[in-house]
């Protein structure tokens, strides 16, 4: 079961804060299909920062002296220069859709066009070949939380909560939820998240209580982009083994869905991605999941096909979609490139 709830959330996480991403852009007016493409640089832009910074004495230091705080923190960084890079890469959207007043739609799907283009030819120049991994030897063990930062006798005290929240899981889960809340926060209790909201609705009545317009979709637009950025080097890190290869496996634009399932609401998209991730947990590890802990794979032993598996995902978000997408309220304004003179 502790392996079941951790995969989830491994699957889950990247999901919320992707789907977050979306909603910032779209309460702010701009629709942001261009999330699997920042997906996409961000996952790369992370992984060679992590490459880069393997040869350093700290680093290499750290990993021979089991400092796995160290690393740890690395990671954090990572996460924060994929965010960076990945708002940088989506002001390419902003000034088409804001400033030249381009479809918005046209624009997202040429980022995630050109991202993967992108990507592939650096890694190719970088490495020579299709694949950048994150670090050399066992990565994914490099950058796991271990009993030993906590001390045994600690862990064990825990029993279930610490083998399924604490061993073996990455700080990155904690920093993502945090950053969720936070943000979710901002979005719908300060002042500044009711004026990105207020553009996503009514652009021309903010403009005249004198909000401006053009700079709050930016704000919000680049805020989308951070947060995709961080989400796409968290399923880099996690779900693809810790590398980059131009892929992201459909991850932003299932994040589309549950941001439409969730309403555009933080809490029900929270809840969105658990059963979204839920799904993808069984679909990559249907053949190890021990459900009621006695050696026994059920879901092996009932004979279905891998295929079906893998499709489960897909095929729970057309079937939630289908169901729920017409009680689904977007903002008024997105999509709407905003021009002051129609007022």
């Known amino acids: 079961m502790s392996f079941l709830i951790q995969q989830t959330l491994v699957y889950a996480l990247p999901l919320m804060i992707v789907a977050l991403a979306g909603v910032f852009a779209e309460r702010s007016g701009i629709i942001n299909l261009a999330l699997e493409g920042?997906?996409?640089?961000?996952a790369f832009c992370g992984v060679l920062f992590v490459n880069t910074m393997q040869d350093t004495s700290w680093v290499y230091g750290a990993y021979m002296q089991d400092r796995y705080g160290t690393l740890q923190l690395l990671v954090v960084l990572a996460m924060f220069v994929a965010g960076l890079l990945g708002a940088i890469f989506s002001l390419l959207?902003?000034?088409?859709?804001?400033?030249l007043r381009a479809n918005q739609t046209i624009g997202g799907t040429a980022?995630?066009?050109?991202?993967p283009a992108l990507v592939l030819f650096l890694i190719r120049i970088l490495e020579g070949q299709n694949t950048l991994f994150l670090a050399k030897g066992d990565a994914a063990e490099w950058f796991m939380i271990k009993k030993s930062m906590f001390g045994y006798s600690a862990e064990e005290s825990m029993g279930f909560l610490g083998d399924t929240f604490i061993h073996k899981t990455y700080l990155s889960n904690y920093v993502c939820i945090l950053v969720f809340v936070l943000l979710s926060i901002i979005l719908y209790k300060t002042k500044f998240g009711l004026r990105v909201r207020s553009c996503g609705e009514n652009p021309?009545?903010?403009?005249?209580l004198g909000i401006n317009v053009k700079k709050m979709r930016y704000a919000g637009t680049t805020i989308s982009g951070a947060l995709a950025g961080m989400g796409g080097f968290v399923?880099?890190?996690t779900t693809a083994n810790c590398s980059s290869n131009g892929d992201v496996a459909g991850f932003g634009f299932l994040a589309l869905a549950v941001m439409i399932f969730g309403n555009w609401k933080p809490l029900s998209i929270a809840g969105a991605s658990l059963l979204f991730g839920f799904f993808k947990c069984l679909a990559a590890g249907y053949s190890s999941i021990d459900i009621n802990g006695d050696g026994i794979y059920m879901l092996r032993e009932l004979g279905i096909s891998a295929h079906l598996y893998r499709m489960l995902p897909y095929l729970i978000t057309l079937i939630v979609l289908a169901f729920t997408s017409k009680n689904s309220r977007a903002p008024k304004a997105e999509g709407i490139p905003y021009d002051k003179g129609q007022r």
């Not at 920042?38 to 961000?42: A, D, E, K, Q, V």
């Not at 980022?111 to 991202?115: D, E, F, H, M, R």
């Not at 021309?204 to 005249?208: F, G, I, P, W």
Request: hydrophobic share 65%; net charge negative.
């Open 38 to 42: 920042i997906m996409i640089f961000g």
């Open 93 to 99: 959207l902003s000034f088409a859709s804001i400033n």
């Open 111 to 115: 980022l995630n066009l050109l991202a």
């Open 204 to 208: 021309h009545a903010a403009d005249s």
């Open 235 to 237: 399923y880099a890190l």
